[in-house]
Nanobody, 121 residues
Framework: QVQLAESGGGLVQPGGSLRLSCAAS????????MGWHRQAPGKERELVAR???????NYLDSVKGRFAISRDNAKNTVYLQMNSLKPEDTAVYYC???????????????WGQGTQVTVSS
């Protein structure tokens, strides 16, 4: 069994910062790419940032220069540092990861339960 547990969401004023964390636990052989997605009310889920196990990153255009994704492979954890937050960043943020539970198994995609981020004055 593999679980992803997010933390760090909350209410912040425009221009503020938050740092999200997502720790993977359970039976894990290898974690490949990890990422953060978000879904605002009435909108489709969108990829915010992604990081490979080699450290390559890509970002949604609207968050470039404001958000930074990183990972600690020793802790099986991915982070999302969010600066200069805007009201339009308000959404539920989900982490996901491509995980291989055993060397003999295929890689599967796992999702966290989501954490609410609200940017409002």
């Amino acid at each position: 069994q593999v679980q992803l547990a997010e933390s760090g969401g909350g209410l912040v004023q425009p221009g503020g910062s938050l740092r999200l964390s997502c720790a993977a636990s359970g039976s894990i052989f290898r974690i490949n790419a990890m990422g953060w997605h978000r879904q605002a009310p009435g909108k489709e889920r969108e990829l915010v940032a992604r990081i490979t196990n080699g450290g390559s990153t890509n970002y949604l255009d609207s968050v470039k220069g404001r958000f930074a994704i990183s990972r600690d492979n020793a802790k099986n954890t991915v982070y999302l540092q969010m600066n200069s937050l805007k009201p339009e960043d308000t959404a539920v943020y989900y982490c996901n990861a491509l995980i291989q539970r055993d060397y003999s198994e295929d890689t599967r995609e796992y999702w966290g339960q989501g954490t609410q981020v609200t940017v409002s004055s």
